[in-house]
């Protein structure tokens, strides 16, 4: 099927950035959506930005439009997340998540996802 590996997480303090890396390996790369989301304890994953990986069509969640930056290497098999200015708020476990087609439901929730990565740690300190 499909596996995904996130790496990129860290600690950073305020206003710096992290690049996050996803590498998918398993079913073709070229027409699934890929998507990062964030989970913060006791709270449900948060849909960030999604990447439709055979139009190279890129979606984001309105809290992050602006910091943060979705792209993708098909070279690689690879999706990144940029994301620029961190907050405090930030802070939390970044997952990938891969939905293969059709793609019925919104991008942004967790229960379209079937594959999922271990996720990696992101910490904002102030």
């Known amino acids: 099927q499909v596996q995904l590996v996130e790496s990129g997480g860290g600690s950073v303090q305020t206003g710096g950035s992290l690049r996050l890396s996803c590498v998918s390996s398993?079913?073709?790369?070229?027409?699934?959506?890929l998507a990062w989301f964030r989970q913060v304890a006791g709270k449900e994953r948060e849909g960030l930005a999604a990447?439709?990986?055979?139009?190279?069509?890129?979606v984001y969640a309105d809290s992050v439009k602006g910091r943060f930056f979705a792209s993708q290497d098909n070279a690689k098999n690879a999706v990144y997340l940029q994301i620029n200015n961190l907050q405090p708020e930030d802070t939390g476990t970044y997952y990938c998540?891969?939905?293969?087609?059709?793609?019925?439901?919104?991008?942004?929730?967790?229960?379209?996802?079937?594959?999922w990565g271990q996720g990696t740690q992101v910490t904002v300190s102030s």
């Open positions: 398993g079913r073709g790369f070229g027409f699934n959506r």
């Open positions: 990447i439709y990986t055979g139009s190279v069509r890129i």
């Open positions: 998540a891969a939905a293969l087609p059709p793609f019925r439901g919104a991008w942004s929730s967790a229960d379209e996802y079937a594959y």
